[in-house]
């Protein structure tokens, strides 16, 4: 009778998961496709100009700015946050483990807007010294991004490699490799399916960052010029413009999250694809 109640908990939890998703589905197509009709798909998918007050809504700039945060974030975080999960699960001494894991695991805990004061304050002033401009643009939102998707990928991808068999790391010791070939041509291709896990979650809270972001992009909409331009992504525009907007300005911003939604979507796929390919 117990497993028979746990059984339909569990169901029930599962179908409210799948309903949560599918009315978040019907609530952004039902409200944006309509508005994207309105202005027309090319006009708003490729047009370069996002002016409210006139009734021109392009969102080009912008998606080309969630790109550039996005694949400047897994640039600078993915490596790092790979090679720390190495020398957490192979490589750290028990001690010095003691204290960098809680370090990491505090970093996931920090609220983002901490991490958005941390790089107005911070890293803002170091680029403009090191560059001579205000110091927002593309390159300070992907510094700030990338560090704050290093707790996802060094989580997943440490649990990925504890999790491949010792028998994987002994044999390729028996075989006469030493310790760092061992770990890295033995377990980390047995890990790979979990450590792209981690990557897939990473890339997720990059592109899903706004209040950071807000703080340290420059957020204008226009089409970026250089990695030190100031840009604005597709979430900042939704929660800069949400407040205050109304008429087919706000049915926009719903239709921006359609193709924020349909964005995420396809990275989500293509990365399951490459992991089925890699399988």
């Known amino acids: 009778m117990?497993?028979?109640?746990?059984?339909?908990?569990?169901?029930?939890?599962?179908?409210v998961s799948i309903l949560a998703v599918a009315l978040i589905c019907i609530f952004l197509f039902a409200n944006g496709v309509p508005a994207i009709h309105k202005i027309g798909i090319t006009e708003f998918l490729f047009g370069q100009t996002w002016k409210p007050s006139n009734n021109i809504y392009g969102i080009?700039?912008?998606?080309?700015?969630?790109?550039?945060?996005?694949?400047?974030?897994?640039?600078i975080g993915v490596p790092m946050g790979i090679l720390c999960a190495i020398f957490l699960a192979r490589f750290c001494p028990?001690?010095?483990?003691?204290?960098?894991?809680?370090?990491?695991?505090?970093?996931?805990g920090i609220p983002s807007i901490v991490y958005g004061f941390f790089g107005l304050v911070v890293i803002v002033p170091i680029m403009q010294d090191l560059t001579g401009t205000n110091g927002k643009g593309i390159l300070t939102a992907s510094i700030l991004l990338g560090i704050m998707i290093l707790p996802?990928?060094?989580?997943?991808s440490e649990s990925a490699i504890r999790a491949v068999p010792n028998s994987y790391y002994e044999g390729s010791l028996a075989l006469g490799a030493t310790h760092e070939r061992s770990v890295f041509f033995a377990v980390l291709p047995a890990a790979k399916q979990g450590i792209l896990a981690g990557v897939i979650l990473g890339v997720g809270r990059a592109i899903g960052e706004t209040m950071a972001v807000i703080m340290v992009a420059g957020n204008n909409a226009v089409m970026p010029k250089s990695i030190f331009s100031?840009?604005?992504?597709?979430?900042a525009n939704i929660v800069m413009e949400m407040g205050y907007a109304t008429d087919l300005h706000r049915e926009a911003l719903l239709g921006t999250g359609v193709v924020l939604f349909v964005f995420i979507l396809i990275i989500n796929l293509s990365?399951?694809?490459l992991k089925r390919r890699n399988h």
């Open 94 to 108: 028990e001690k010095l483990y003691k204290i960098v894991k809680p370090a990491v695991s505090l970093l996931a």
């Open 152 to 156: 996802t990928v060094i989580g997943v």
């Open 60 to 75: 080009f700039s912008m998606i080309i700015g969630s790109i550039y945060v996005t694949a400047g974030a897994v640039i």
């Open 271 to 273: 990365f399951s694809a």
């Open 230 to 235: 100031g840009v604005r992504t597709l979430t």
């Open 2 to 15: 117990k497993e028979g109640v746990m059984k339909i908990v569990f169901l029930l939890a599962a179908c």
